[in-house]
């Protein structure tokens, strides 16, 4: 990395780094501008690792047909073309843990605290992230991690979280990138509901079940496909009820929803899944005045927007918002909470 001491002029939302097309926001922008040195008010960080947001991976993995090598190529030339890994099929992205390298003499640092080299972890997405990969050194199918050589630059706008010292680096970050789904879950629950997780058994359900689960007289009821998924859930002490179904099958998934509600439905339905087609699903499980909330990045507004009209269900459709005030605390707290969940995430993501 370039030790270059000049600075571009400050920029807090990283306007300066659009390409293409000219007027948008990073996120929105085709191509972003890489280059260095950082504005006045950037910080610099040499990247480890990415987790590949659940969807996206998903999307590639199916498009390369598995193969890892292939995997690799798409990820270096969407980078290099784009300069984000920003997926256009799915339109997500991710995040990154990695290491400060150099912090802007403008950089907002009484609001946000942050030294060279200190461990963090990017609260923004990957799809509007500058990102530049020199080399990719393993992918993790499983977990969708991708450990690489590379950096990454975030704006003043930006938000991180420091790196907690009590859990592996690659289990917080698994459960950063999901931070906002228990975190508003917490908002949307109430005490008595009954509470319906569609793709349960991934790492942002089971952390919504858990967090659900704290109020009190709350019934979880989760969704997942996989046989290995639905034997997972099923032993874990805060979920009530596990369901094995495909949620692109609307129908089947009400019916059997029905039975286990004896044809109540639920208050909240939670949609986590990481395939595109479960918005009807998620909207007939849903009891009339309750309320759909869609943090899965496959998610058709349209679908689901038309679909909830078509059918006269008078439900509140919630888009999920990643970001939610505290929310990289309360999802790794719930890892300090819960042993059965910090063993099943260590498990997996370390
Ligand atoms: P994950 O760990 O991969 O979990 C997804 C779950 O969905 C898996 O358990 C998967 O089961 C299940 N699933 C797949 N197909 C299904 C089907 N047909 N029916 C029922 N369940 C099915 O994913 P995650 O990291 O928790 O992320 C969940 C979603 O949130 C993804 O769509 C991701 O893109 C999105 N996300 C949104 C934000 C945001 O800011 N809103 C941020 C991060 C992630 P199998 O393993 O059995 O296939």
Redesign the pocket.
Known sequence: MSENRQFRPADPLGIQRVVSPKSVMPQQAEALDTGLPIAEDEILVEVESLSI????F?QITESCGGDLGKIEKHILDLVSRRGKHHNPV?G?G?MFIGSVAQIGPAYPLRQKPVRVGDRIASLV?LSLTPLSIKKIKKIHPQS?RVDIEGYAILFASGVFAKLPEDLPETVALAVL??A??PAQTRKLVQAGQTVLV????????VLCLFEAKKKLGVKTIA????E??TERLSALSFVDEVIQ????NAVSLMEKVWDVTKGRMADLVIN????PD?EMASILTCRSNGIVYF????TSFTRAALGAEGIGADIDLRI????CEGHAELALNILRESPELNKLFVEAYS
Not at 320 to 323: F, I, S
């Open positions: 947001d659940s969807a996206s998903r799915t997500s991710g997405s969708h990138d999901v906002g789904a569609v793709g349960g058994g991934g790492k942002s359900g969704v997942d496909f996989s290995s998924a179904a495909d949620a692109r986590v899944a990481n395939v479960t943090f899965s990045m496959s999920g918002n990643g970001y």
